[in-house]
């Protein structure tokens, strides 16, 4: 089974860095008092700028939840259908090539599921299997790939799609200036990605990196260090000082039991692709890994370019990969990304 592609969906409206955090002085500066607070929490996000579903004026406008997630619904259903679009142009497959969909996202909630929609949307063969995820949060990109997976290894001759939409900017709490909720402010960015994967028999002949074998690890009584509270006023960031410590401490040993029940060691990994997470999360990961910093420079440049979009980061960082530096025929590598639960999810490739 491969992956056969994979793209990525950004809404219109771009803003530097600057540009929000001057907007956020302006929000919360009487509630805050110092604004250096502000300053030294949007720099230490290594973020260049991030992309908004809607122009940023227009997000003061909106008071009540409902308001929020009515656009996520819009404008999930015009970035996934662009993603989609791209990745199956790209694969050179049609709406119709697709057996099984999964959509993942965190960042609101619909029914008729946003993969329903699409397949109104883009014509997709009715006889499609969905599978609606919704609340792994970062941790989705890497588990949705894992998930699509076994769908084509139980079925080798039929194609999988997994769509993220990650909508981050429309779940922000206006009238909160707890910490997490402004380091939130100035991490999280909006987009969507989609992939493409393949069966062994709907793959042979096609280039794409192989994927051997995958895992998912949960870590128990870790359900705090990352996720929502939701009430009435809608998502409320939970987002624990723990997060770098859980990656630091077990994503190492995890890696290397994983790689010990295919035959192999962590120096048999050339390529890395890790979700964004934010400097701390990838230090942490680096620090664990044992990895020098140039090793993860492809999610590094992602978290510059986007800022962390959830479950879509890890695969901007595919894509990137997949596009501009395609490791070499047969190298071995790595894709991972960690999540609510608390939980990380590693699919190992074979390019």
């Not at 057996?99 to 029914?111: C, E, M, P, Q, R």
């Not at 039929?158 to 769509?163: F, K, P, R, S, T």
């Not at 040993?253 to 890395?272: E, H, I, M, T, Y």
């Not at 894509?319 to 960690?338: D, K, N, Q, S, Y």
Request: charged residues 20%; negative net charge; glycine residues 8%.
């Amino acid at each position: 089974m491969k992956i056969l592609s994979a793209a990525s969906a950004l809404p219109p409206n771009y803003y530097p860095q600057q540009v929000l955090l001057d907007a956020f002085k302006l929000h919360w500066g009487e509630r805050l008092g110092r604004l250096d607070i502000l300053d030294r929490l949007h720099s230490a996000t290594r973020v260049d700028g991030r992309y908004l579903s809607l122009p940023i004026d227009s997000y003061l406008d909106m008071k009540r939840w409902g308001e929020f997630n009515d656009v996520w619904i819009r404008v999930a259903q015009e970035l996934g259908e662009k993603a989609l679009s791209c990745a199956l142009q790209k694969a050179g497959l049609t709406p119709m090539d697709v057996n099984a969909l999964y959509f993942v996202s965190v960042t609101g909630i619909a029914s008729p599921s946003i993969d329903a929609l699409l397949v109104n949307r883009m014509g997709l063969n009715p006889h499609v299997k969905r599978n609606p995820i919704f609340g792994l949060g970062c941790v989705a990109g890497a588990a949705g790939i894992g998930r699509a997976s076994d769908f084509v290894k139980a079925y080798p001759d039929q194609v999988a799609a997994l769509v993220s939409v990650e909508l981050c900017s429309l779940t922000l709490q206006q009238d909160d200036v707890t910490v997490a909720n402004l380091i939130s402010a100035g991490l999280f960015g909006d987009g969507a990605a989609a992939v493409i994967i393949a069966g062994s028999k709907r793959a042979a002949g096609r280039s794409g990196p192989e994927v051997l074998a995958t895992r998912s690890v949960f870590y128990q009584n870790t359900e705090r260090v990352m996720g929502w509270d939701i009430s009435e006023k809608g998502f409320n960031i939970v987002l624990s000082r723990e997060v770098p410590d859980v990656v630091r401490e077990n994503l190492g040993p995890d890696v290397d039991s994983f790689l010990a029940d295919q035959g192999l060691k962590r120096c048999d990994l050339k390529s890395w692709v890790l979700h964004t997470g934010g400097p701390r999360v990838l230090e942490a990961t680096q620090e664990s890994l044992n990895l020098p910093e140039d090793a993860l420079s492809a999610s590094w440049d992602c978290l510059a370019r986007t800022g962390n979009l959830s479950s879509a980061s890890v695969l901007f960082v595919l894509e990137e990969v997949m596009t501009h530096r395609r490791p070499a025929p047969g190298t071995l590598g790595l894709l991972a990304a960690m999540g609510p639960g608390f939980c990380s999810e590693l699919v190992l490739l074979k390019w």
